[in-house]
């Protein structure tokens, strides 16, 4: 009977850390908004992307992304809106040859021309 109780709770200490895994992987996407626009990560396609919003002046977002953990790619991408001449949204997948779970930090600068600030947010995740 102990032999049993054992085997079970190993079966469901592995299921549960395979919950939890599989949890935290879903956990790297994220979306953060600025006054200029958004950036988006989604972890599944290692697609980061930026969109500056079209209305109240000239907007842009830089996204500066650095590999922490690891060697791995880094880059910086700029989107403008309109007033530039750029149609909308600019997507990256060079995250796709990063080693999984790469920390990376993101600094993304973000200008509204109508205001004449420029904000900057910084986020950690793991690719």
Not at 73 to 94: E, L
């Amino acid at each position: 009977m102990k032999n049993v109780i054992t085997k079970t709770m190993v079966g469901v200490g592995l299921t549960a850390a395979s919950f939890l895994a599989s949890q935290t992987a879903l956990a790297n996407s994220f979306t953060v908004t600025t006054q200029a626009g958004t950036v988006q990560y989604t972890d599944g396609t290692d697609t980061i992307c930026a969109s500056a919003y079209d209305w109240e002046g000239a907007r842009w977002i830089r996204v500066q992304l650095t590999a922490i953990s690891r060697p791995g790619p880094s880059f910086t991408f700029t989107d403008y809106n309109n007033r530039y001449g750029h149609p909308g949204r600019t997507c990256r997948t060079d995250l796709q040859r990063a080693y999984e779970d790469t920390q990376y930090r993101a600094v993304i600068d973000a200008y509204w021309g109508e205001s004449g600030t420029t904000t900057r947010k910084t986020v950690y995740f793991y690719s």
